[in-house]
């Protein structure tokens, strides 16, 4: 059940994000020993996200509250978390030493057994436009577990830096950017001499190694105002690569934040620019300002498309007779419960699983009982498979209408899509020279 479990949630987390892409997979170790240490910018996703991305099956670290239930720890041990007892989460005058002791046992014992371990060393998810300081529990395990293990130890960190296109946003996509490893035993003579020294000095390296997979800035607004620099002056045939847009946006970031320092007054009038500018074209019902000037759909890809969506229109349908009510109940539900964009897709996927999962299990009892066995059976394998081409239906005729949109405007307004066009290009001129003063 457990490994079924797993694998359910996997395949979830795996359809939630649709795009999802590993750079500098090189540096990920073939063999030894391992400790994944990354951001924590979206919930409970996060860890499942880690796995499927890297590939490496590891045993993860999570609060000791989220094992309050049976559920949860069901849940919990399929994955082999191991407990970590925080002192925000104790009652008041509890000790949390005793528990803790028990957790670095257990992930010493998962080391030596070459089991990997993945943690998020902020010690707490966030949607902050930086990350947060770095507690030194993992620096604290992988030391003492290197010690324990003496000549035969092999043991590596591996930082890896987490980029979600949109967090929350259902079939969107993440970018896991692997850092360079560490090896834990260029610090077991200052561990031996001086343990606190040794582990403070292997956080700082954590910590330097994370700051520079991760793109920062100093408020939310600004980072967001940076991500769409990135796409928007970039070389639009890499507007779709995650890889080339996080590697731009992190120039990006540390050019603004040095030009925040020199000039405030020029930083802040870059990043109204761009939020005044991506308002119109929302208001335009335009995402992607590239398109404006994409050439003509040819004819064939028009007849082809429109095949694609008549062909899947009938399963289509069928899926969202079946599933729309609680598709949409997930939605209102979720962001009724929070407003934390960190765990909003957490809840939204959790949502989804139950209310999405009882209603397929509600509609297959009562055919079972109103049509027979054949018909239960019928509506069981029916509501997975058409709620799929559901999702696939709303995605290929957004694109559709977007192009269409696109086409409309470009037919009906050419004088504006020429003056956006060429406000996109002053933006990006202000942005390079802006870059280019920093730089000097």
Known sequence: MSTFFRWLCEALVALYFPGRSLANRERLPKSGRVILVANHPNGLLDPIVLRIITGVRARFLAKSTLFSNALWRFAMGSFGVIPVFRKQDAAQGEDTRDGNERTFALCRQALAAREALALFPEGVSHADAHIQPLKTGAARIALSSDAELGGVSELTIVPVGLEYEARSIFRSRVLAVVGEPIDVQSFRAQYAADPRAAVDALTAVIAERLHGLVVQASTRAVLDGVARVAVWTGDPALRDDLDARHARARTLADALATLEARDPA???????????????????????????????????????????????????????????????????????????????????????????????????????????????????????????????????????LAALRHGWIRTSRPLLVARLADRRRALADAVAQALDRVEK
């Open 266 to 400: 020029q930083a802040e009038e870059i990043v109204r620019e761009v939020r005044e500018y991506d308002r119109i074209l929302r208001a335009l019902g335009v995402q992607d300002p590239w398109g404006l000037e994409v050439g003509r759909v040819r004819l064939g890809t028009a007849i082809r498309v429109a095949i694609e969506l008549a062909v899947m229109a009938p399963l289509a349908l069928v899926g969202a007779l079946l599933s729309w009510v609680p598709y949409r109940l997930v939605r209102v539900v979720a962001h009724r419960y929070t407003q934390n964009e960190d765990v909003l897709g957490s809840v939204k996927l959790l949502g989804g699983m139950i209310f999405v999962g009882l209603t397929w299990v509600v509609q297959a009892l009562v055919a079972l009982f109103v049509l027979g066995p054949w018909y239960a059976l019928a509506f069981a394998l029916l509501a997975p498979l058409t709620g799929y081409f559901a999702l696939r239906f709303d995605e290929e005729l957004a694109l559709a």
